[in-house]
């Protein structure tokens, strides 16, 4: 089992700038390759940005095309920590964040992460 915690949410004005972070704790001995999902009110849960498992020295990153060029994943293993840097914020950014652990390769549908944070609230005013 692995748990996963969000923080860094909050409420910012559009243009500005949050980090997210998600700490996971539990059998973090595994390599999981890791995912941000978002949900805003009445809506779908959206994939955001997901980072790969090690491949060598190498992680890879993707991101959905509504946050690419403003957001960026990353991980830091030794903490057990993937963070999620937005930038250039916009309100129909608001929603709230999750983030998820795959075992297997990272992918962009929400059904093949096998573990889910409880999410933290975005919210950015215009």
């Known amino acids: 089992q692995v748990q996963l915690v969000e923080s860094g949410g909050g409420l910012v004005q559009a243009g500005g700038s949050l980090r997210l972070s998600c700490a996971a704790s539990?059998?973090?001995?595994?390599?999981?390759?890791m995912g941000w999902f978002r949900q805003a009110p009445g809506k779908e849960r959206d994939f955001v940005a997901s980072?790969?498992?090690?491949?060598?020295?190498?992680?890879?990153?993707d991101y959905a095309d509504s946050v690419k060029g403003r957001f960026t994943i990353s991980r830091d293993n030794a903490k057990n920590t993937v963070f999620l840097q937005m930038n250039s914020l916009k309100p129909e950014d608001t929603a709230v964040y999750y983030c998820?652990?795959?075992?297997?390769?990272?992918?962009?549908?929400?059904?093949?992460?096998?573990?889910w944070g409880q999410g933290t609230q975005v919210t950015v005013s215009s």
């Open positions: 998820a652990a795959a075992v297997q390769d990272s992918t962009r549908r929400s059904y093949e992460y096998d573990y």
């Open positions: 539990g059998r973090t001995d595994s390599n999981y390759a």
């Open positions: 980072i790969s498992r090690r491949i060598g020295i190498t992680y890879y990153a």
